[in-house]
T-cell receptor, first 116, second 113 residues
């Protein structure tokens, strides 16, 4: 079975540019999560969706960040405009059911983002 | 879980020995716990989970122990192999918060030959 698929794997861009990260969750999973990982702050939850609806976006750093899930098989995380402090590895994860607590999340291999 | 700082604790183990990785959690309302393994350049990979109504669960070469009294979780890896070298994270889920997980700081496991 295919796991969570993220693209691109690496992104290098100049500050001020728009960045769009993409995620395809595992088929049949109803919950999708976006995380950011840095050495300083570890793994931070940015936002999560249940049945394509954003449930908790309290981790989104600021208005420059936005996330969408237009359908059950696709989500985007957008940063506009990007800043050097946004440099991190961004992970997407999915789990079978957001209404149940005892469901492990399955992660993609992340997008390594560098803002120059 | 707490945010990781600049330095991950490191556990160095000789190949073939058993490894024990510890995790302290702070939320007494947490009722579901997961251990993840993260190799360089990859995303966290699910290893094993445990619910709060259990104190021990075994998988293939791995055992998770949960002590709710002192809010402590451990991961035991039997006969550690070079392929076990990675960063290990514990994660907790607070009852009533559906799938939202809070990750611990992580421990780097180094397996020496």
């Amino acid at each position: 079975d295919a796991g969570v698929i993220q693209s691109p794997r690496h992104e290098v861009t100049e500050m001020g540019q728009e960045v769009t990260l993409r995620c395809k969750p595992i088929s049949g999973h109803n919950s999708l999560f976006w995380y950011r990982q840095t050495m300083m702050r570890g793994l931070e939850l940015l936002i999560y969706f249940n049945n394509n609806v954003p449930i908790d976006d309290s981790g989104m750093p600021e208005d420059r960040f936005s996330a969408k899930m237009p359908n059950a098989s696709f989500s985007t995380l957008k940063i506009q405009p990007s800043e050097p402090r946004d440099s991190a590895v961004y992970f997407c994860a999915s789990s079978p059911s957001g209404s149940r607590a005892d469901q492990p999340q399955h992660f993609g291999d992340g997008t390594r983002l560098s803002i120059l | 879980g707490e945010s990781v700082g600049l330095h991950l604790p490191t556990l160095s183990v000789q190949e073939g020995d058993n490894s024990i990785i510890n995790c302290a959690y702070s939320n007494s309302a947490s009722d579901y716990f997961i251990w993840y393994k993260q190799e360089s350049g990859k995303g966290p990979q699910f290893i094993i989970d445990i619910r709060s109504n259990m104190d021990k669960r075994q998988g293939q070469r791995v055992t998770v122990l949960l002590n709710k009294t002192v809010k402590h979780l451990s991961l035991q890896i039997a006969a550690t192999q070079p392929g076990d070298s990675a960063v290990y994270f514990c994660a907790e889920n607070e009852s009533g918060t559906a799938s939202k997980l809070t990750f611990g700081t992580g421990t780097r496991l180094q397996v020496t030959l």
